[in-house]
């Protein structure tokens, strides 16, 4: 942050207006793995325009503005994946009817996770689950608040149904949680800590090492939430995202906003193969 160009971090616009806007546009994208650089930077270029404009700045891949914000990214796919496991974890902790692996096992059949009611998977109501909402709301759209409006990014209509990519993320995330449960990959955490804010017991929650025999050392990347392993089922779900069109994304994610605005919300959270072939695509 300290190789940004003088002025970006004035009245903090860096963190509370450019960040934001990135974020939301890259919500709206469908591909969220390996986005491409050049597609990145002239988001990048047409917000620092509108955020900057006394800033003459030429902005490059090899510059600090694009470099400060891919990690910026990178962080936000991952806050995905760990924020979607404190969930998970914590929903297991505190209904003691089930164990853990079974309730688990049960919320991956039919991806019934997506769903209000589990037991009766209605496709008119994918996306709107408490899981869902929660993760889009916490991981999401807390992180796109103070966004500026950039009009050639159409960042007024983005705001309202731009986030087949964001439901994406969501839903590929709580299967991994879910698939870690119910493998018994991850432990629960104890119940006393259940109440704690979900980025206090996300930073505790890790996901075991396995020993890898080509290197011959200890490695973290079986139950990684990294591309190789996910991209191509986010793939999917964002697929399955955007077959809802426009007027159901709205709904939705009009749904998560009053999840965000819940009173308490900011002290819970501590916020300061091919598509036809998976059946991810149909839900």
């Not at 209000?116 to 408490?130: M, V």
């Not at 590929?172 to 119940?191: G, I, K, P």
């Amino acid at each position: 942050n300290t190789d940004l160009p003088p002025g970006c971090h004035e009245d903090g616009k860096w963190a509370r207006v450019f960040i934001p806007t990135i974020l939301l546009w890259l919500g709206a994208q469908e591909e969220l793995w390996t986005i491409a650089d050049i597609k990145l930077l002239d988001a990048c270029k047409e917000i620092f325009k509108v955020v900057y404009g006394d800033i003459c700045y030429n902005l490059t891949i090899s510059g600090s503005v694009f470099g400060v914000v891919t990690q910026r990214v990178g962080e936000w796919r991952s806050n995905f994946g760990s924020t979607a496991l404190a969930l998970a974890v914590h929903f297991c902790v505190v209904n003691q009817d089930s164990a853990p692996r079974e309730l688990s096992t049960l919320l991956l059949h039919k991806y019934a996770f997506l769903y209000p009611n589990p037991e009766k998977i209605d496709k008119d109501e994918t996306f709107r689950s408490p899981f869902v909402q929660e993760l889009l709301a916490t991981a999401h759209l807390a992180k796109i608040l103070g966004h500026a409006d950039v009009p050639v990014l159409r960042t007024d209509s983005l705001v309202k149904n731009g986030f087949i990519g964001a439901l994406g993320l969501c839903a590929v995330s709580l299967e991994r949680a879910f698939t870690l449960l119910a493998d018994s990959t991850v432990t629960l955490d104890s119940e006393e800590n259940s109440e704690l804010p979900i980025n206090v017991r996300k930073a505790r929650l890790k996901t075991p090492k396995t020993f890898n025999k080509a290197t011959g050392k200890e490695t973290t990347s079986e139950h990684a939430f990294s591309v190789a392993k996910w991209s191509s089922k986010t793939a999917a779900f964002v697929c399955g995202a955007k077959k809802k069109g426009t007027a159901a994304t709205e709904l939705t994610v009009s749904m998560a906003w009053k999840v965000l605005k819940k009173p308490g919300f900011e002290k819970y959270t501590g916020n300061d193969m091919s598509d036809e072939d998976d059946d991810r695509a149909d839900i």
